[in-house]
Structures are given as C-alpha cells and as structure tokens.
C-alpha cells in the first residue's frame, strides 16, 4: 500500500529561524512523484514544492527546499527564514502511476513573532 | 498563472438535497479531478476524468456521486441525495499530463450539510 506518514502533527518556529517538517511514505513503485501542498486558514490547498523520483537533486523554491532521502523513503521540507505567512497546515503528498494523489496527516506550523 | 476556478466558495444545502460543484479547470489541462477533505481529516481522493469518462474513482464515490464536463470547460461534481457526513471541503484539480505528474487545485468549495 502507498502511505504517507507525517509524524509531526505540530510545529512551531520563531521569526526568521529555520523549521524542518518531516514525511516519509511507503511505496514499491520507481517512478513517483512527492509534493508538498501549504493549506492556510482559507483552507485553499497551495503547492510549494514538487520532487520528482527520478531526479538526484534536491527542489529548492526560493525559502522553501527538500531533502529528498529515496532509499529511506524521506521527504522533508526545510523552510529557511521563516514569516508569519507561513503559518499553515502542511501536507505532504505521493503520487506514482496512478490517478489517486495520497496525503499525510498534515503538520501544523505556528511562526512566533 | 493559471488556476483552477471553484464556485461556489462556500455551499449551505439541506439534507437529502442534490448539489452540484463547480470547477473551470486550466484550459489546456485534460486530467480532472476530485478530491474532498472532511474537516481535521485527510485530503481523499474521489474522482479521476480523462477523455469525457472516468478513469479512476474510490470507495468514497458511490452511486450518490456523478462527474461531468458538460461544456468543454466546465468540470462539475454532483452529489444526489446529500447526506451530514458529505460535510466537507471539495477541492477540484486538473493536470496536463496523467500520472504522476502532479496536479494545480482549485480553491476548493466547502459544503455544508445541515
């Protein structure tokens, strides 16, 4: 079975500190893709990052970077520099050759001023 | 940038009622789908749609559900007879290419059984 672990359900960072969220997912497939997806208050479901299976390289997206593990199934998202506009639930997410796109729990970062 | 458009944002229907949600996938998308998150739950997936058919659906998307692309533009989702626990939010998604490639949301629209 495909699943998507999140084992963070809460996280908090201070102002312009770095925070790290954590997803690891369970497959047998080699081709995959992972996102991370940011739902704020508004519930409006946000891409922030997107790693392909096939490529060594780690996404990067201005503040926002991966540390993609593929052996060891983990995929967290670092967020350098953090505001108070990234205070959200993050949902880590696995899709392969398929149409049914698989969530985490979600982790929900508070930034402290 | 291109989005995917929801209407209505918000849905307030009585029980036992049918409700259709809207969505405007981006134009040049051809793989359409529904995802629904239940308030504090996961985000589950419902429905895929390629080629005026379905091509995937789960467990979730029973008889009570239906899918259409009635216009070439517009990608509805209808629930016949709603029920409380259809409470949730819908979030439409389109794709350029099929899996796994990823996919741009909407905004989602958040449905109110009372």
């Known amino acids: 079975a495909q699943t998507v672990t999140q084992s963070q359900p809460e996280m908090s960072v201070q102002e312009a500190e770095t925070v790290t969220l954590s997803c690891t997912y369970d497959?047998?497939?080699?081709?995959?893709?992972l996102f991370w997806y940011k739902q704020p208050p508004s519930r409006q479901m946000i891409l922030v990052i997107r790693?392909?299976?096939?490529?060594?390289q780690n996404a990067t997206e201005n503040r926002f970077s991966v540390n993609f593990q593929k052996a060891a199934k983990s995929f967290s998202l670092k967020i350098s520099d953090s505001q108070l506009g990234d205070a959200a639930m993050y949902f880590c997410a696995y899709i392969a050759n398929n149409n049914d796109m698989r969530f985490g729990a979600g982790t929900r970062l508070t930034v402290k001023p | 940038e291109p989005e995917v458009t929801q209407t209505p944002s918000h849905q307030v229907t009585q029980m036992g009622q049918e409700v259709i949600l809207r969505c405007v996938p981006i134009?040049?998308?051809?793989?359409f789908y529904w995802y629904r998150q239940i308030l504090g739950q996961k985000v589950e997936f419902l429905v895929s749609?390629?080629?005026?058919?379905?091509?995937?659906k789960s467990e979730i998307f029973d008889d009570q559900f239906s899918v259409e692309r009635p216009d070439g533009s517009n990608f509805t989702l209808k629930i016949r007879s709603t029920k409380l626990e259809d409470s949730a939010m819908y979030f439409c998604?389109?794709?350029?290419?099929?899996?796994?490639?990823?996919?741009?949301f909407g905004s989602g629209t958040r449905l109110t059984v009372v």
């Open positions: 134009s040049n998308h051809l793989y």
């Open positions: 998604a389109s794709s350029e290419a099929p899996p796994p490639y990823g996919y741009t």
């Open positions: 749609f390629y080629n005026n058919e379905i091509s995937e």
């Open positions: 497959t047998s497939e080699s081709d995959y893709y």
């Open positions: 790693q392909e299976a096939y490529k060594q």
